[in-house]
C-alpha cells in the first residue's frame, strides 16, 4: 500500500502532466456559454411556436361540422390570396303545391261552386234562357190559315151550306169532313180561313192534343199564356197565327188554330 501512495504522488507531482492554460481560454469559455445560452433561447422559441400551432390546430378540430346539405346549396369559388372576407350568397328555393279543382258541375248558370271570388255571400238569381218563338205553318190537311173561301170549297174539305157569323155577313162558318160542329172553319171575307178546329184524334206538331194535360202544354211550349180556358201560343209563320188549346184548366179538350188579326168574332 505505501508503494501505491508514494508512486501516485510521483505521478502527480509530474511537471509534465500539467496542464498548461491558453492567454485566451477565459474568453473562449465565456464565448462558449454565450452559445449555449443563445441556443437554449432558440430552441426554447421553437418549442413555444410548436406549441402555438399545435394548440392552433386544436381549436380547428374543436369546431362543429358544416352541414353537408348547406354545402350543397353554396356556390363554390377558386380560392384567391385575398384576405378580404366575401359574403357568400345561398341559394333558396321554395316548393309550390297545384291543387287541381274539379270542375264545376253543368247547369250552374256559371257559378263556380267553392271558388274565391264567385261566392258574394248572396244567392246567385240564375236568368232563365230567352224563350224561343214557335214556328210552323198554319195549316191542317188541305186547309190553310189565310186561305179564300172559294180556295177553302175546292178542297172539298168543307160541308155546305155555310152559316154566317155575323149580321153584316162577312164571315161565314162551314163543318167538316173531320168535324160535325158547324163553326169547325170560320172564313173571312176579307182575310180568309180566321180558324181551323182540328179533329179530337189529331195532335199538335208537338204531340199535344185533346186528352194531352195542361203541364204537357206548358212544357212542350213555354211560351204558352192562359186566357180563361184557352192557353194561347203564338206562332211566328205567315200569316202569323195563334194555336188555342181549350181546356178545363187540367186538362186539353179541344185543339184550334187561329188566324192572329182576324176580323171574324168568336173564331
Same mark, same amino acid.
Request: glycine residues 18%.
Given at each position: 500500500m505505501d508503494d501505491?501512495?508514494? +508512486?501516485?504522488?510521483?505521478l502527480f507531482s509530474d511537471d509534465r502532466l500539467d496542464v498548461h492554460v491558453t492567454p485566451d481560454a477565459t474568453d473562449a469559455v465565456v464565448r462558449g456559454a454565450d452559445r449555449r445560452r443563445r441556443r437554449r433561447t432558440a430552441v426554447t422559441?421553437?418549442?413555444?411556436?410548436?406549441?402555438?400551432?399545435?394548440a392552433g390546430i386544436g381549436l380547428s378540430l374543436l369546431r362543429p361540422p358544416v352541414d353537408d346539405t348547406a354545402g350543397e346549396l353554396l356556390p363554390t369559388s377558386s380560392s384567391?390570396?385575398?384576405d378580404t372576407p366575401s359574403s357568400v350568397p345561398v341559394s333558396t328555393y321554395t316548393s309550390t303545391v297545384t291543387t287541381i279543382a274539379d270542375?264545376?258541375?253543368?247547369?250552374?248558370?256559371?257559378?263556380?261552386?267553392?271558388?274565391?271570388?264567385n261566392n258574394t255571400g248572396k244567392p246567385s238569381n240564375t236568368i232563365p234562357p230567352p224563350?224561343?218563338?214557335?214556328? #210552323?205553318?198554319?195549316?191542317?190537311?188541305?186547309?190553310?190559315? #189565310?186561305?179564300? +173561301?172559294?180556295d177553302a170549297l175546292k178542297t172539298g174539305v168543307l160541308i155546305e151550306p155555310s152559316t154566317t157569323t155575323d149580321p153584316e155577313a162577312h164571315c161565314k162558318s162551314y163543318a167538316t169532313q173531320s168535324v160535325a160542329d158547324g163553326d169547325a172553319v170560320i172564313i173571312s171575307a176579307a182575310k180568309g180561313i180566321a180558324r181551323i178546329t182540328l179533329p179530337s184524334y189529331a195532335k199538335s206538331t208537338k204531340n199535344i192534343g185533346a186528352g194531352s194535360?195542361?203541364?204537357a202544354a206548358k212544357t212542350a211550349y213555354p211560351s204558352a199564356t192562359q186566357s180563361g180556358s184557352e192557353l194561347l201560343v203564338a206562332m211566328t209563320a205567315t200569316p202569323r197565327w195563334i194555336y188555342v188549346f181549350e181546356n178545363d184548366g187540367t186538362?186539353?179538350?179541344?185543339?184550334?188554330?187561329?188566324?192572329?188579326?182576324?176580323?171574324?168574332?168568336?173564331?
Open positions: 501505491l501512495d508514494d +508512486e501516485l504522488r510521483r422559441g421553437a418549442f413555444a411556436v410548436v406549441t402555438l400551432v399545435g384567391t390570396a385575398s270542375p264545376p258541375p253543368s247547369g250552374t248558370g256559371g257559378v263556380t261552386p267553392g271558388k274565391p271570388g224563350i224561343t218563338p214557335e214556328s #210552323g205553318r198554319g195549316a191542317f190537311g188541305d186547309l190553310a190559315l #189565310g186561305m179564300s +173561301e172559294a194535360t195542361v203541364a186538362t186539353v179538350t179541344r185543339v184550334r188554330m187561329r188566324l192572329a188579326g182576324g176580323d171574324c168574332p168568336g173564331a
